[in-house]
């Protein structure tokens, strides 16, 4: 079942596609992870998936229908997005934050509701940042922050949430802590995620459903097991790898085979 998809669509920047008549299914539900190298398409889609860019051909559907004829306040009530690297106004706590994302939900002349409180703190409460409402978001260590705007993005209560390299500039031990977070939040919440990513082992561990792209086209789509396999990870990326399972997890795990110590 997917609530989002895409269907044959190109997607660029001016007269410049850069997504060419891409068929992309996203499962609900589940988790999905973007991959595939610098410059091949992934941010362009999902900018398109949340309405940002507009295809030159085809089309992005959302159950059923054409997202741009949805009204933006309904796509905002049903899609939230965490953009790459966001920057907080100065000042800003992590309540005045998260409460942001309330903003679809408003209503002319109405105020503050419940519900609006309790969408809040339930978000504080999911991401454990309750401790921290009070502090200012700009003061914060990176996976603090990085927890704040997925709150935001909870507060927004949407049932699909797209994340744009949510770990980006994070240490492995914060991007460790976004990436369970979101599991949780699909575990227990049942969010449909969808995230560009670019280290392949952290996307086969925490995505149930995998996009490969390279040069603005879907090279291979499926389960981890199905998309990371030594042949289409060296016609994605280029590169000679072994893929070996997780001892951890099961899940695949990518391997280059160049580097120190090794031998033609």
């Given at each position: ?73 309904n796509v ?72 704040a705007w ?35 939040l699909n ?78």
């Amino acid at each position: 079942m997917s609530r989002l998809e895409t269907r044959k669509a190109v997607i660029g920047y001016g007269d410049q596609p850069i997504v060419r008549g891409v068929d992309v299914h996203v499962p609900d539900g589940r988790i999905t992870a973007i991959v595939g190298p610098n410059g091949c398409g992934k941010s362009t889609l999902l900018r398109a998936l949340v309405r940002l860019l507009t295809p030159m051909e085809g089309s992005v559907v959302l159950d059923g229908e054409d997202i741009h004829r949805i009204p933006t306040k309904n796509v905002a009530q049903m899609i939230g997005l965490l953009p790459q690297a966001p920057i907080a106004p100065a000042g800003i706590t992590v309540k005045e934050l998260v409460a942001r994302g309330r903003t679809p939900h408003q209503k002319l002349l109405r105020p503050w509701s419940d519900s609006d409180e309790t969408a809040v703190l339930s978000a504080l409460h999911s991401t454990n940042l309750t401790p921290l409402q009070e502090a200012v978001v700009d003061e914060l260590s990176g996976g603090q922050r990085q927890r704040a705007w997925i709150a935001m993005a909870l507060a927004q209560d949407t049932p699909l949430m797209l994340l744009d390299e949510p770990t980006t500039y994070l240490d492995i031990s914060h991007q460790y802590e976004v990436l369970d977070l979101l599991h949780r939040l699909n575990e227990r919440q049942s969010r449909t995620i969808v995230m560009v990513v670019h280290d392949l082992d952290q996307a086969a561990r925490y995505a149930h459903h995998v996009i490969a792209m390279r040069d603005g086209e879907v090279a291979a789509a499926g389960a981890p097991e199905d998309v990371f396999t030594e042949k289409i990870v060296s016609e994605v990326f280029d590169i000679d790898a072994r893929v070996f399972p997780d001892p951890v997890t099961g899940t695949p795990i990518v391997v280059p085979s160049g580097g120190p110590g090794h031998t033609q």
